[in-house]
Each structure stands twice: as C-alpha cells, then as structure tokens.
C-alpha cells in the first residue's frame, strides 16, 4: 500500500514517464493508430501522480482511503492504461488488448475497469463528479484527495464552470484540477475553434488556487502540488502546458495529431525515436 | 360546463384539484425519516430547496445538505460523485430542469454506471400554471428510455411518503417526480402500501379498466366512482413504476377488461399511454385502448382549473373517455 506520501525521487519519475510512453506506443502500435499523442503528452503528469502522490493500494482499487484520479477525458484512457498497468493496478501483458473487442480496455475508459473512477468521454462531467466525491470523503472526515484531469478543450463545456463555482462555494481543498493545454481539440487549436485564454485568470477568478506550470516537467509538477498543499481552503487549478506526442518526434511535429493515423513503417522509427531520449 | 376562469397561480402552489385532505411537504418529511435511520443519507437542491420540499431536510441536516446553486449539470453530477463515495444523494430541482439540463448527466453520470443517486423533480406535467417553460410535459418519455434507471411517478401524499423511504433503500438510479407543497392523500396511509416496480389495483370492475399514474390516479378513482352511479362498473389499476413497468400485472387486467383508458399526467407520446400501447401489440392482447394525458403540444399558462379543463385531463374527461369505449 502507497499510503504514506511517496517521497519525490526526480530521476525514477522520469524513468516511469519513459515507461509510460513505451507502453503507449505499444497499445497504439497494435491498434495502429488512436489517441497517442495524448498518451505520450501527459505521461509525466501521471507518472508524477501515480508514483510521487497519489495514496492508493494497487492490490485493492476500491480502498475507501485511495486518493481518486478522476479522467474527465476518456479517451486519454491509453495513457491512464499505462500508469496503471505500471503500478500494478492491471496486468502489464492487457495492455496488448487496448481498444480490442471484448477487452476492458476500451479507447473510452470504461468505470468498470479497475483504476477507473468514472466514465469520462462525455466531455464535462469529470469536475461535477470530482465535485461531489471531494464533498464526499470531505463529510466522511477522509484524509483523501480528488485529483481530477481535464482538457483545455473541455473548459469550453459550461458544466466545467458550473463545477468550478461550486468546487470554490463549498471550499473544497481537497479537490485538484489539472487542465491539460496541448493545444489541440478535434477541429483544430482552441484559439481557432474557441478561445479559451486566459485560462489561469478565469481558473482563479472563479477562486481557485492556481498556479500555471509546464506539464512535461516532473518537478515543475511537484512543485506546483507541493505549493497547492500549503494553500489548504481552497480548490487548486493547475494549467499544465504539455506537448502532444512529446517524447517522439514524429508525433511532435505532426500538425494534426488529436486522432493520430501511424503508417505501419513508422512505428519503428517512433520507438527508436522514443529510446535514443531515453533518461 | 363553463370554463373556469382564474390567474396563473403562485409557483408554490402546485396541489391540484379541491382534495379533501391534504399533508404538508410529504417527500421532505419522509427524507428526514429515511435520513434519521440512514445516515449515508445526503440532499441536494440547484436552488429550489423551499420550491422541492427539501428545505424540511437542510433545516433538519444541514451539514448533509449541499446548496449547488442554478447549475442543473453541477446538481446531478455532484450528486453522482456523492454516490461514488458511498453516499446516497437525494437530489431536487424542477422536471424540466432535470431532465432537459442535465439529461446527459443523469443518462452517463448516474444511469450508465448505476450510481445510487435519487432525482427528486417537482412541477410534473400540469402542476403549474407558469407555461411551457416550467411544465414537466415529456420527462417521464425522457427517463423510460435511460437504461439502468428506475422512475416513478406518485399519485398523492401518502405514496409520495411511501416511494421517498423505497427509493432510499433502493440501490441504482431512480427518478421521482415530486407532488410538493399542500399535496392531496388519495391513499390510506393505513391501508397502502407502496411497491417498488408493482402497479396496485386500486379498485376492481368488470367493464372498463383505467391504467394511470400520477395524480392522475386520483382522477380515475373519483371517474370510477362516478361511473359506478351509471351502473359501469370500472377498474382503476395504478402504475407508480413507470420503469421497470409491471407488465404482468397491466396484461392480467386487460385480460380480464379488454377496454382500457391510461390516464397520465404527460404528453401521451412516449409515456405509459405509449407502454401500455406497447404491451397490447406484443402480447397479441385484443383491446380498445384510449389515451389520456397532455396533447402533442407546449401548454399555455393560466390557471390550473382552467388548463385541466382545455387539454381535456379532468374527470369528466376520464369518465366520458370511458364511456366512448362502451359505445
């Protein structure tokens, strides 16, 4: 059981970042096209939750104690997928069965799944919830903390802000929102399908604690929760400015990478790509 | 007969027709028992708590109680992550907002992953007078097509009480609609006993049947009386489970009475006209079937006299309707 707080090691985050990503472009690969740029932009994000904060009992996903990750945005399921898989939550070898029929790793990421807190996908419902299990385990008097993760895109939907008032109202300090900002929603950048900016002055004005870091920076992202910690009362925004495909090239530089279609050739080149920057 | 005439009503006057009896705020009462014995218990309300009754639970608990402000997605969502950390939420607004608002909330957030939430809707159908925007017109056809969901639709005080302690011991999803403020008792609270997913024959008779629910139950009893000085003899079979719908128990009775008049306080598209229509195709049953509920339209506002009357949902209409089945 991870149950007292982890202690930061940067270099081992950076090494389950790595794996992360392997694991991702191994689903992906087998899939052979899907959401991977997501999966590899927001791998040390989960590798700094999932292995320097989050309290959780790999062995039982249901401890009333855990600390909730709550995945608004279904279809980062394949990055969510690698963390647990690497935390020992699922089997390593189902990963090969991601987005299969009749596998539990579906591309939306199904609550039936363990690890899985809710079905996300319908863009918007995850803060509601996180919402909610925050005035939950608040009530009940639990130590435990809901950290829920969003898309910049998803701050387009009004349930967001309708979460946001109420997460500020009821003084939810145990609730942690993490706003992923690659840049790219399914028509394009977000200044051209609708401006979003500036995220870090509405998070706040709607009174959350919020801090804007670089969210493929392990320590970056450990120091914005260390800073979230000693601010208690309130919720905490945390706008992380990530790269889509970060760690392989080929994916960084593609300039339509929401939904990514991957050449069967090119697989090798990515994987090498990804090893040669290796930590 | 004339038409009435009067005003709109105050919006927190829903109660209908001249009841004899009345009791104050039945659901709010009965979720201060169910929370007395169950401490998991929690409410909500997306500021509506004195319009839904649930006031009489946030006096009583207020540290169980969450104010979410005019967000209907934020209510049921939050009511949903509650759920998840194994609380059973309690959540009230008006059916429109409910279930046009926060329809993909109850559908993915409470249905889909069967979270054990409660949504408490008030202003069902003609419960107001304030028009199209705060008439609950078609949500009962909204929530019967959710899987996973269970809905219900009260007739009166007594099972308004009865169905608030069911639901609460009930684990899933469950929309209710709400009779709220001076609400009739058309039930003996002595006699009565709600079921979950069973419909009660309130009354027995041989010639004509009257499937209901709602308060509309309340005007079939007083049709079938009146029926009963003409020498017709009519049974009234009250459905308070719209879903899951006890088929059984409504193909039995139309067995026996193969002329049946479904009286429902909703549009009569997609509602439990539109069930009990269903199961007499499917079942091979040969019956005379007559709809009775809100037409295929918005309705005015006004007054609720005069409202019952113009989309023809009174006695008189229930009783005529029968009749007509007769001929």
Redesign the interface.
Known sequence: MNAAAPTADLPALRRRAHALRRHVLRMAEIVGQGYVGQGLGIADLLATLYFGELRFDPKNPAW?DRDRFVLSIGHYAIGLYAALAEAGVIPLGELDTYGADGSRLEMSAP??TPGV???GG?L??G???????????R??GRGARVFNLLSDGECQE??TW??A??GA??GLGNLYAFIDCNNQQADGPPAKVMGLEPLHAKWAAFGWHTQRVNGNDPAAILAALAAAHATPGRPHAIVLDTLMGRGVPLFEQREKNHFIRVAPEEWTVAKSQLEAAAP | MSTPRGVTGSILTSATDGAAQTATAPFGHALVRAAEANPRI?GLTADLGKYTDIHVFAEKFP??F?Q??M?E??L????????????V?FATTYAVFATRRAY??IA??AA??RANVKIVAGLPGLTTGYGGTHQGIEDLALMRSIPNLTVIDPCDATETAQATAAIAEHPGPVYMRLLRGQVPVVLDPQTHRFALGRAALLRDGADVAFVSTGLMTGRALEAAAELAGTGVRAAVLHVATIKPFDRDAVAALLKRVPRVVTAENHVVTGGLGSAVADLVVEAGLSVRLRKIGIPDCFCDSGSLPYLVQRYQMGVPDLAAAARALLR
């Open positions: 009333p609550e039936t807190e809710l079905t319908s918007g419902h803060l509601t919830q996180s919402v909610g299990m925050a005035l939950g385990l009530l009940d009004g349930s309708e979460a008032m109420a109202h009821h | 929690v540290a169980r969450f979410m402000g967000a997605q934020s049921v969502g939050c009511a949903c992550g509650l759920a998840r950390t194994g609380f939420p993909d909330f993915i957030g889909l992953g």
